[in-house]
């Protein structure tokens, strides 16, 4: 047997016990052998890597993008760079690790605007999420940009920010949202 057919036996032998030992334990709907779906809010991105926080969880999860020749296409490559932080996405990767990411795409909304009522899960500067009373899974939303481009003085609407400043963790919030990319805050209001 040729050293280089012994190299490929074993490396398949290793693949084959990832799939039986890790596999089972990683997070998300298996689509295959390496393969597992999730779906959540994409918290940050870097130019080959996505960060992901899964429906149910409150820890992110960073996923490195596959090269085009290990296993993801140009056209994943091309949606990364199109993706909006603090958007929901839905994505398939193998159980490597790092995990590597296969396939990126936005999930939008039902609608392209709405109500929703729940509680407060978690906050940064420039976002807020929010456990619908009906939901199972928080939803980012970032407050509206206005006033053009940051260059030219646009930026984040100032008044939801100072709300979002007054509002901690386990509040009861109302939020009046538009879709343009991801969810933007119009109106907000506590419980």
Known sequence: MSLKLVSRLLAALLMLVTVLVL???AHGKRVGPLFIKLTGILTAKGDDWIALQADGETDTKRYALCPPDGGADRATHNALAKLIVNSRVQLTWTSQDPPRLLSV???PPAAKSGVVEGVLTAKGDTWIEI????GKYAERYTPQWIGGLAKNGGGFDKDILQVF????PGDQVGVKWLFDGQQRVVEIWQL
């Open 165 to 168: 400043t007054e509002l901690n």
């Open 23 to 25: 596999v089972p334990q």
């Open 105 to 107: 795409i936005p999930v």
């Open 131 to 134: 456990l619908p009373k009906k």
